[in-house]
Structure formats: structure tokens, C-alpha cells
Nanobody
């Protein structure tokens, strides 16, 4: 069964840090891109960060210098280290992986940043 399991969300004060993890099941192989989207209340889902199989990275302008994405291919896991969190970073964070023409999504994890 194909599954992405996210963890690490929660409540954090502004200026704080949080690390999200997303583990893809071993049945997913040949993974290309791995990344994170987020969706704030009343807003469209937006790309936060993506890392390719060759470790090329792109970030949304709003998180550059504060967030860091990484991956562990042996564990089929992608991470998002979030530092200097702001209230506007609040939302549901979804991980995804691209594998052989398919995109798989995590269930989402809530991150709430209090001011």
C-alpha cells in the first residue's frame, strides 16, 4: 500500500522552529521530486519547497533563508526544517513525492504559529 506519513506539526510561538518529516512507504521507488506544500485558511495551496533526486532545491520566496528542505533516499523520507516561524506560516503542510509519473500526497499536518 502506498503511503506517506507526516509528522512534526504542532503549535509554536513566533520566532520558533519546527521540523516536519514525511516518510514514504517502501513500495514507492524511483522517486524523483519530493517536497512540501501548505494551505492557509481561505487560501490556495502553495508550494513551499521542493528537492529533486539530484538535490536541486527551490523555495518559495516567502520562506527563503528560514526553511530548509532535505531528503534521505535510503529512508524514502523528506524533511522540512522551519526556523524563524511567523504567524503567516500557519497552515496545513502537505508533503508529496513524484514517482514514475505519479504524485503521492501525505495526509497533511497542521502548523500553527502564535504571535
Amino acid at each position: 500500500q502506498v503511503q506517506l506519513v507526516e509528522s512534526g506539526g504542532g503549535l509554536v510561538q513566533a520566532g520558533g522552529s519546527r521540523r516536519l518529516s514525511c516518510a514514504a512507504s517502501a513500495s514507492i521507488f524511483g522517486i524523483n521530486n519530493m517536497g512540501w506544500y501548505r494551505q492557509a485558511p481561505g487560501k490556495q495551496r502553495e508550494l513551499v519547497a521542493v528537492i529533486t533526486s539530484s538535490s536541486r532545491i527551490n523555495y518559495a520566496d516567502s520562506v527563503k533563508g528560514r526553511f530548509s528542505i532535505s531528503r534521505d533516499n535510503a529512508k524514502n523520507t523528506v524533511y522540512l526544517q522551519m526556523n524563524g516561524l511567523k504567524p503567516e506560516d500557519t497552515g496545513v503542510y502537505y508533503c508529496y513525492v513524484d514517482s514514475r509519473g505519479f504524485t503521492y500526497w501525505g495526509q497533511g499536518t497542521q502548523v500553527t504559529v502564535s504571535s
